[in-house]
C-alpha cells in the first residue's frame, strides 16, 4: 500500500477489499486534493466541486448496504476518513459530518419516507447535510440547549441558534436538536424553510477549506413527517457523536502520516553542519518517538474497528480512540513543525496545515478533556463532568 506507513504490517490484517479502498482513497487525494488544498486553504474555502466526486466513489454513508452505499467495513471506513484527512481535516470534516451525523441519524432513527426521501441524495453527494447540537452557550454540555420546539397541531415551531456547524451554509438539510414538552429530539430541516437562515463564521485560523456556521432558527415551521420518530432524549445525539468520533479517530492518524513523512523526507534533504540533519541524534529521538506513537495509534484504531464490525465496542472505548490518536496527531504535528524549521510555518509544506487543522479537532466532538472525564467515570463509577452535583 502506497505511502502507508506500517511499522507492524497492519496492512497483512486487512480484507483485500479494505486495501482496494485505501488504494481508491489514496489516489483520489494524491489526485484531486494534495494539488489544490492549500490553495483552499488560504482562500478559507472548501473544495465544494469534490462532493460529487467522493459520493460517486463510495465515500458517502459508506458502511450502508442500503440506499447506494457501498456495504463496506468499519475499518475500511475508517481508511477513507484516515486518507482523506492526509489531504486535509476539512475534507474528513465534510465525510464524518455527512455519513456519521446526518446519515446515520436518518437512517437509526428516521422513519421509512424520511429515509427514502434523504438517504439516496445524501451519499450520492447530490444532497448535503449538517447536523446542528451545539449552541453558543452550550458545547461541552449540550442537554443544557436552549433551542426549542413546540407543537402545533401537524407542525413544530422551531427557535433557537445554533452554534460551530460544519458544512451549515452549503447544506440542503439539517438535523436539528431541540428540547421538547417530550424530552431532546431531531428535525430534518429543508433549506428554503421560512425563518432558517446559516451565517457563515468568518476569521477561522482552522479548518479554512471547511464551511463553519451558525444556524439561526426564527419560527421555523416543520412538519411532523420530518421528525426523527426513533430518538427521545440526549443519548440519541450522543450516538450519532460516538459514530463520528470514530472516524476522527482514525482521520488523525492521517494528518499524523503526512506530517510524519513530510518531517522524515524534509530531515534526509536538509543540511546544516555539513550533514542531513537527519544525522542529529536529538532529530532522530523526534523522528523515533512519531513512528512509536503513530503504530501505537494505529493498532488502537484497528482494534476497535474490527469490535466495532462485531458490534462489540464500547463508547468508551470510541472515546480512548478519539483522546488518544487526536492527542499524539497533535504532538506529531507540532514536532514535524519544529523539524521542518522556517518552513514548517509556511503552507508550502502541509504541516501547519495539518497543526492548526488538529486544534479543531482536538476541541470538536467531545474536547480531549471530556473524553478524558468519559473514561474517569469508567474507571471510577464517578461523574466529574459536573464535579459539583449530588
Ligand atoms: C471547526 C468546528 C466545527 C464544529 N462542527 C460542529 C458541528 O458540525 N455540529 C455541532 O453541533 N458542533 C460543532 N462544533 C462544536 C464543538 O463540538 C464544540 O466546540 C465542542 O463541543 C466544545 O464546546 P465549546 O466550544 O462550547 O467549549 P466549552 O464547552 O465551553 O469548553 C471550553 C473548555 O472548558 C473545558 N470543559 C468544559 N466542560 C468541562 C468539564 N466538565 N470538566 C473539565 N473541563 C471542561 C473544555 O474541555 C474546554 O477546554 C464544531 C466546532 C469547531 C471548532
Not at 470538536?364 to 461523574?383: N, S
Amino acid at each position: 500500500m502506497k505511502d502507508f506507513v506500517d511499522f507492524l504490517n497492519i496492512n497483512a490484517l486487512f480484507t483485500d477489499e479494505e486495501r482496494l479502498v485505501y488504494q481508491t482513497v489514496h489516489d483520489f487525494v494524491e489526485k484531486e486534493v494534495k494539488p489544490i488544498i492549500a490553495d483552499y486553504f488560504e482562500k478559507g474555502e472548501f473544495p465544494l466541486h469534490l462532493v460529487k466526486t467522493m459520493g460517486g466513489l463510495g465515500f458517502l454513508g459508506s458502511t450502508l448496504n442500503e440506499y447506494g452505499g457501498a456495504g463496506l467495513s468499519n475499518v475500511a471506513y475508517g481508511l477513507i476518513n484516515q486518507e482523506l484527512e492526509r489531504g486535509d481535516s476539512g475534507l474528513r470534516s465534510f465525510v464524518s459530518v455527512q455519513s456519521s451525523l446526518v446519515i446515520y441519524p436518518i437512517y437509526t432513527f428516521g422513519s421509512e419516507r424520511q429515509k427514502e426521501k434523504y438517504l439516496p441524495g445524501l451519499i450520492s453527494g447530490d444532497l448535503i447535510g449538517c447536523f446542528g447540537l451545539t449552541e453558543p452557550d452550550y458545547g461541552s454540555n449540550p442537554g443544557g440547549m436552549k433551542t426549542r420546539a413546540v407543537k402545533k397541531g401537524d407542525r413544530w415551531i422551531l427557535n433557537g441558534t445554533k452554534m460551530w456547524i460544519t458544512n451549515s451554509s452549503i447544506s440542503d438539510i439539517a438535523i436539528i436538536w431541540a428540547k421538547t414538552d417530550d424530552g431532546i429530539q431531531g428535525f430534518i430541516v429543508e433549506r428554503g424553510m421560512q425563518g432558517f437562515s446559516t451565517p457563515e463564521i468568518k476569521h477561522k485560523l482552522s479548518l479554512r477549506a471547511s464551511v463553519t456556521g451558525e444556524i439561526v432558527l426564527e419560527d421555523v415551521e416543520v412538519p411532523e413527517e420530518n421528525r426523527l420518530p426513533g430518538a427521545k432524549g440526549l443519548k440519541y445525539p450522543l450516538m450519532c457523536l460516538t459514530q463520528a468520533r470514530y472516524g476522527i479517530g482514525w482521520g488523525a492518524i492521517g494528518s499524523a502520516m503526512d506530517c510524519y513523512t513530510t518531517a522524515v523526507s524534509y530531515a534526509n534533504e536538509r543540511v546544516q553542519f555539513d550533514v542531513p540533519i537527519a544525522r542529529f541524534q536529538l532529530v532522530q529521538k523526534k523522528l523515533a518517538d512519531m513512528l512509536t506513537e503513530l503504530t501505537k495509534a494505529q493498532l488502537l484504531a484497528f482494534h476497535v474497528g474490527r469490535l466495532k464490525d462485531k458490534g462489540e465496542h464500547t463508547h468508551q472505548m470510541i472515546s480512548m480512540l478519539k483522546m488518544n490518536n487526536v492527542r499524539i496527531a497533535l504532538n506529531i504535528a507540532r514536532t514535524a513543525r519544529d523539524i521542518l524549521g522556517a518552513n514548517g510555518i509556511s503552507l508550502e509544506y502541509p504541516v501547519i496545515r495539518h497543526m492548526v487543522n488538529l486544534e479543531s479537532v482536538k476541541t470538536y466532538e467531545g474536547t480531549e478533556d471530556i473524553h478524558t472525564l468519559v473514561l474517569g467515570q469508567y474507571i471510577t463509577g464517578f461523574q466529574a463532568f459536573n464535579p459539583f452535583k449530588k
